[in-house]
Protein backbone atom coordinates (compact mmCIF):
# COMPACT_ATOMS: atom_id res chain seq x y z
CA UNK A 1 0.00 0.00 0.00
CA UNK A 2 1.11 3.60 -0.80
CA UNK A 3 1.15 5.73 2.25
CA UNK A 4 2.83 8.57 0.74
CA UNK A 5 3.99 10.05 -2.34
CA UNK A 6 6.36 13.64 -2.49
CA UNK A 7 8.31 14.82 -5.34
CA UNK A 8 10.50 18.17 -5.71
CA UNK A 9 12.52 20.14 -8.28
CA UNK A 10 15.41 22.57 -6.26
CA UNK A 11 17.58 24.97 -8.67
CA UNK A 12 21.23 23.94 -8.06
CA UNK A 13 21.75 27.84 -8.16
CA UNK A 14 19.60 28.32 -5.52
CA UNK A 15 21.31 26.00 -3.32
CA UNK A 16 24.85 27.28 -4.04
CA UNK A 17 23.61 30.62 -3.27
CA UNK A 18 23.26 29.67 0.29
CA UNK A 19 26.01 28.04 0.60
CA UNK A 20 28.59 31.15 -0.41
CA UNK A 21 25.80 33.07 1.64
CA UNK A 22 26.08 31.10 4.94
CA UNK A 23 28.53 28.73 4.87
CA UNK A 24 28.78 25.97 7.14
CA UNK A 25 25.96 27.47 9.36
CA UNK A 26 23.77 26.77 6.18
CA UNK A 27 25.20 23.04 5.62
CA UNK A 28 24.99 21.98 9.25
CA UNK A 29 21.40 23.17 9.98
CA UNK A 30 19.70 21.18 6.91
CA UNK A 31 22.76 18.01 6.04
CA UNK A 32 23.42 15.33 8.33
CA UNK A 33 27.51 14.72 9.34
CA UNK A 34 27.56 11.56 6.77
CA UNK A 35 26.13 13.72 4.14
CA UNK A 36 28.48 16.74 4.30
CA UNK A 37 31.67 13.92 5.06
CA UNK A 38 29.79 12.30 1.33
CA UNK A 39 29.84 16.13 -0.24
CA UNK A 40 33.42 16.73 0.71
CA UNK A 41 34.25 14.17 -2.20
CA UNK A 42 32.24 15.26 -4.69
CA UNK A 43 33.37 17.33 -7.31
CA UNK A 44 30.11 19.82 -7.41
CA UNK A 45 29.14 19.92 -3.79
CA UNK A 46 26.39 22.40 -4.32
CA UNK A 47 25.00 19.48 -7.02
CA UNK A 48 25.17 17.22 -4.45
CA UNK A 49 23.69 19.04 -1.82
CA UNK A 50 20.83 20.51 -3.95
CA UNK A 51 19.79 16.63 -4.74
CA UNK A 52 19.47 15.99 -0.89
CA UNK A 53 17.54 18.77 0.06
CA UNK A 54 15.30 17.93 -3.19
CA UNK A 55 15.12 14.43 -1.32
CA UNK A 56 14.23 15.99 2.43
CA UNK A 57 11.75 18.42 0.78
CA UNK A 58 10.08 15.50 -1.06
CA UNK A 59 10.07 12.80 2.00
CA UNK A 60 8.10 16.07 3.78
CA UNK A 61 5.70 16.14 1.52
CA UNK A 62 5.38 12.21 1.08
CA UNK A 63 5.03 12.48 5.13
CA UNK A 64 2.08 15.20 5.27
CA UNK A 65 4.50 16.96 7.76
CA UNK A 66 6.69 20.25 6.29
CA UNK A 67 8.95 20.98 9.10
CA UNK A 68 7.56 21.22 12.37
CA UNK A 69 9.11 21.13 15.97
CA UNK A 70 9.55 17.83 15.78
CA UNK A 71 10.88 17.13 12.47
CA UNK A 72 13.87 19.33 11.03
CA UNK A 73 16.21 18.61 7.78
CA UNK A 74 18.16 16.86 9.98
CA UNK A 75 15.96 13.90 10.66
CA UNK A 76 15.91 12.86 6.90
CA UNK A 77 19.68 11.75 6.12
CA UNK A 78 20.39 10.45 2.70
CA UNK A 79 22.87 7.60 1.65
CA UNK A 80 23.62 5.81 -1.19
CA UNK A 81 23.43 1.51 -1.09
CA UNK A 82 26.23 -0.91 -2.14
CA UNK A 83 26.05 -0.45 -6.21
CA UNK A 84 24.98 3.31 -5.94
CA UNK A 85 20.94 3.38 -5.42
CA UNK A 86 19.98 6.48 -3.44
CA UNK A 87 18.11 5.68 -0.16
CA UNK A 88 16.69 7.61 2.86
CA UNK A 89 17.19 6.72 6.41
CA UNK A 90 14.64 8.62 9.14
CA UNK A 91 15.52 9.67 12.34
CA UNK A 92 14.08 11.86 15.42
CA UNK A 93 10.65 13.00 15.01
CA UNK A 94 10.54 11.88 10.87
CA UNK A 95 10.96 8.36 11.88
CA UNK A 96 8.33 8.72 15.38
CA UNK A 97 5.89 10.44 12.45
CA UNK A 98 5.97 7.43 9.99
CA UNK A 99 6.06 4.90 12.95
CA UNK A 100 2.54 6.86 14.35
CA UNK A 101 1.21 6.61 10.41
CA UNK A 102 1.70 3.11 9.26
CA UNK A 103 -0.83 0.63 10.11
CA UNK A 104 -0.27 -2.09 12.50
CA UNK A 105 0.95 -4.94 11.19
CA UNK A 106 3.20 -3.34 8.75
CA UNK A 107 6.05 -2.06 8.15
CA UNK A 108 7.45 1.25 5.95
CA UNK A 109 9.92 1.25 3.30
CA UNK A 110 10.89 4.86 2.14
CA UNK A 111 11.74 4.55 -1.96
CA UNK A 112 14.26 7.73 -3.41
CA UNK A 113 15.20 8.25 -6.88
CA UNK A 114 17.38 11.52 -7.44
CA UNK A 115 18.07 13.09 -10.62
CA UNK A 116 19.63 16.10 -11.81
CA UNK A 117 20.11 18.44 -15.44
CA UNK A 118 20.74 21.90 -16.73
CA UNK A 119 21.03 23.53 -13.07
CA UNK A 120 17.82 21.81 -11.46
CA UNK A 121 17.99 18.95 -9.30
CA UNK A 122 15.08 16.40 -8.86
CA UNK A 123 13.72 13.89 -6.00
CA UNK A 124 11.23 11.71 -6.16
CA UNK A 125 9.66 9.94 -2.68
CA UNK A 126 7.59 6.75 -2.40
CA UNK A 127 6.66 5.46 0.74
CA UNK A 128 5.17 2.04 0.96
CA UNK A 129 3.84 -0.02 3.48
CA UNK A 130 3.66 -3.98 3.24
CA UNK A 131 2.34 -6.29 5.84
CA UNK A 132 4.65 -7.57 8.50
CA UNK A 133 3.81 -11.16 7.33
CA UNK A 134 5.26 -10.92 3.50
CA UNK A 135 8.62 -10.40 5.42
CA UNK A 136 8.68 -14.02 6.78
CA UNK A 137 7.82 -15.49 2.89
Given amino acids: MILGIGSD ?3 IDRIR ?6 GVRFLQRVFTSG ?6 TILDPAGFY ?3 WAAKEAVLKALGTG ?3 NISWRCIETYHLEGGRPAVRLLGGAADHLA ?4 PGHRAEVHLTLS ?3 GLAQAFVIIETRPISEDAD
Avoid at 35 to 40: P, S
Fill in 9 to 11: LTR
Fill in 17 to 22: ASIDRL
Fill in 35 to 40: EMAKAN
Fill in 50 to 52: AKR
Fill in 67 to 69: LNR
Fill in 100 to 103: AICP
Fill in 116 to 118: DEQ
